[in-house]
């Protein structure tokens, strides 16, 4: 389960943002999720629910906004949604593709 790890990660940035001396806490984490970045939402949501009592994000709403996954034919240059790993071209059926956009985790 490597969204408890990256729960504890947003927890450290989050923490990293409010100034020292400050005694604030974080209102709101958004996130950009890529589709094709593996990660559980429902997961990392629940994780994240389970760590942050007691820290700056303890009344943080999480918000995460999916980043859909997109690849480029590597022969017929076609452009196609990908929700997969191994999905093939739409149009010509090539598996030699590169990904786009959605693989990363943007905070
Ligand atoms: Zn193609």
Redesign the pocket.
Known sequence: MHELSIAHSILSIAERSVPPGIKGTVSAVNLQIGELSSIEIDALRFAFEAIKSKTVVQNAELNIEVIPGEAK?N??D?VFHMNSYGSC?P??G?FLVSILKGKSLKC
């Open positions: 034919c022969d017929c076609t071209c149009k010509c090539c």
